[in-house]
C-alpha cells in the first residue's frame, strides 16, 4: 500500500509538471512595439505618463498628500533632497505597456535624474539624465544598462513634460513624455 501511495506521488508530479510544459498558467501578451526608424539606422520610441491616473507612488520629505494613502516617507536626511516616482507606462497608443521609476536627487551628491523602465517581455533600461534642464523644458540623457532587447542598445533618452491647463489648479496634471533613440551596438564574432 505505501509503495502505491510513493507511486502515485511521483506520477502525480510528474503530470503535474507536463501539464504546466503544455498548458500556459500565464498568457503574458506583449503588445506591438510602436517604433520608428531612424535615418541613421535607429530607432525611436515615445512613452508618457499621464499625470496624475498614472503615477502609482510619490514619495518625497514632507509630501501634504502621499501616494498611495498611508505611504510614510523616511524621514531621515538621506532621504531629504531626494523625490522617488513610480509611473504605469503607456505607447503611442495609449495602452500601459509596463512600469516604470523616476528618482531625483539634488545638494550633497550633486544633482540627479534617473529613470528605470520594465517592459515585460521586452526588457528594462536604467537612463541617467543630465540634471539641467534647457530652456525648451526637454532634459536629455543616456541609456546606461539594458536587459533582453535593450541590452545591446546604445543611445539617448529625453524627458519632457506637457502640462494640461484644462484641469484644476489643485495638482499639477499633464503628460510626461519619454523619447527614446537608440542605436544597436554590432559586436563583432571572433573567425
Known amino acids: 500500500m505505501f509503495k ?3 507511486a502515485g506521488i511521483f506520477l502525480g508530479a510528474a503530470a503535474a509538471g507536463g501539464a504546466l510544459y503544455f498548458i500556459p498558467v500565464v498568457d503574458q501578451v506583449r503588445e506591438y512595439s510602436m517604433i520608428s526608424v531612424l535615418p541613421n539606422g535607429g530607432t525611436s520610441e515615445i512613452f508618457h505618463a499621464n499625470i496624475p491616473t498614472d ?3 510619490i514619495g518625497t520629505p514632507n509630501q501634504p498628500t502621499p501616494l498611495p494613502a498611508g505611504l510614510n516617507w523616511p524621514d531621515d536626511e538621506l532621504f531629504a533632497h531626494t523625490r522617488t516616482e513610480l509611473f504605469k507606462i503607456r505607447d503611442s497608443k495609449d495602452v500601459v505597456i509596463g512600469v516604470a521609476s523616476r528618482i531625483a536627487a539634488s545638494e550633497e551628491y550633486g544633482d540627479l535624474v534617473e529613470w528605470t523602465l520594465h517592459l515585460p517581455a521586452r ?3 536604467y537612463v541617467l539624465l543630465r540634471p539641467e534642464q534647457p530652456a525648451d523644458g526637454v532634459r536629455v540623457g543616456d541609456l546606461r544598462a539594458g536587459t533582453q532587447e535593450f541590452a545591446d542598445l546604445v543611445g539617448q533618452f ?3 513634460w ?4 484644462t ?8 503628460r510626461l513624455e519619454l523619447q527614446s533613440r537608440f542605436v544597436s551596438v554590432v559586436v563583432e564574432q571572433p573567425q
Open 4 to 6: 502505491t501511495f510513493i
Open 55 to 57: 503615477r502609482i507612488m
Open 123 to 125: 526588457g528594462s533600461a
Open 158 to 160: 529625453s524627458e519632457r
Open 162 to 165: 506637457i502640462a494640461d491647463t
Open 167 to 174: 484641469g484644476a489648479d489643485e495638482a499639477p496634471a499633464g
